[in-house]
């Protein structure tokens, strides 16, 4: 048996606090919530949109305190005020599955870190 692939973190319903076409990629991220959940800048991420059902992939780099905002093309696959999880993923190899435990952050008003917890 091969790698396979895990959830790694999880920003659990964070809100969009904006948007920006103009911009070439990514995704914006309060640098308390890339701490909190242990993401790195340039990471791949997955959005999911909570309100929209839309689903794409991007990058992280650091926003301002309590921003989500997508930028780029990821621009259209939200809007403000829509709640988003962003995760990303990790490739175990058989014998690390067992001890694996990803980071779930729950996300509250003004992005705000309501808990986390590794499970």
Do not use: W
């Not at 911009?23 to 890339?34: D, F, K, N, Q, R």
């Not at 997955?46 to 309100?51: F, P, R, T």
């Not at 709640?83 to 729950?106: F, G, M, N």
């Amino acid at each position: 048996m091969g790698l396979r692939t895990f959830l790694q973190a999880k920003l659990h319903r964070a809100t969009i606090t904006g948007t920006e076409v103009d911009y070439e990629g990514s995704v914006a991220i309060c640098p308390h919530l890339i701490e909190a959940a242990g993401l790195y800048v340039h990471e791949r991420v997955d959005i999911y949109n909570v309100d929209n059902g839309e689903r794409f992939s991007t990058y992280v780099i650091f926003g301002k305190l309590g921003e989500i905002c997508l930028n780029g093309a990821a621009a259209h696959k939200g809007s403000p005020g829509q709640r988003v999880i962003i995760a990303s993923y990790t490739q175990l190899a058989p014998e690390e599955i067992a001890q694996h435990k990803p980071t779930v952050v729950l996300v509250g008003e003004d992005n705000q870190i309501k808990d986390r917890r590794t499970s």
